[in-house]
């Protein structure tokens, strides 16, 4: 199995599952509507991080656990965001996003 370690800034995430149902119930069928579900989907859980993520930044942070980040967290970032890794393959829910794109932590 291939993987993917994070450099530079960035942080490895992978997406939560999107439901292939509307809210009322109805299935939707094409697989170009469930491809812009997934590609639009902002949340998901940290995997890894790059070395450089977080550090040396103006506000005086120097690693993700100062910024309030940790391998595991369920977050939020922009929908669109980031960069899906080609060596994985096409159908891959791991995302590559800069550090500073995470706007959020989802606490459950």
Same mark, same amino acid.
């Given at each position: 199995?291939?993987?993917?370690?994070?450099?530079?800034?960035?942080?490895? +995430?992978?997406?939560?599952?999107?439901?292939?149902?509307?809210?009322?119930?109805?299935?939707?069928?094409?697989?170009?509507?469930?491809?812009?579900?997934?590609?639009?989907?902002?949340?998901?859980?940290?995997? /890894?991080?790059?070395?450089? *993520?977080?550090?040396?930044?103006? *506000?005086? *942070?120097?690693?993700?656990?100062?910024?309030?980040?940790? +391998?595991?967290?369920?977050?939020?970032?922009?929908?669109?965001?980031?960069?899906?890794?080609? /060596?994985?393959?096409?159908?891959?829910?791991?995302?590559?996003?800069?550090?500073?794109?995470?706007?959020? +932590?989802?606490?459950?």
């Amino acid at each position: 199995m291939t993987t993917i370690r994070p450099t530079g800034y960035y942080v490895l +995430v992978e997406i939560e599952e999107v439901s292939v149902k509307s809210t009322g119930g109805i299935i939707i069928e094409t697989h170009k509507d469930e491809k812009r579900l997934v590609e639009a989907q902002c949340v998901g859980t940290i995997l /890894a991080f790059g070395p450089m *993520c977080f550090k040396g930044l103006e *506000c005086g *942070c120097n690693s993700p656990e100062e910024w309030g980040l940790k +391998v595991g967290d369920k977050v939020e970032f922009n929908s669109y965001d980031g960069k899906r890794p080609k /060596a994985l393959g096409a159908d891959t829910r791991q995302r590559l996003i800069i550090d500073q794109h995470i706007i959020g +932590v989802i606490n459950d």
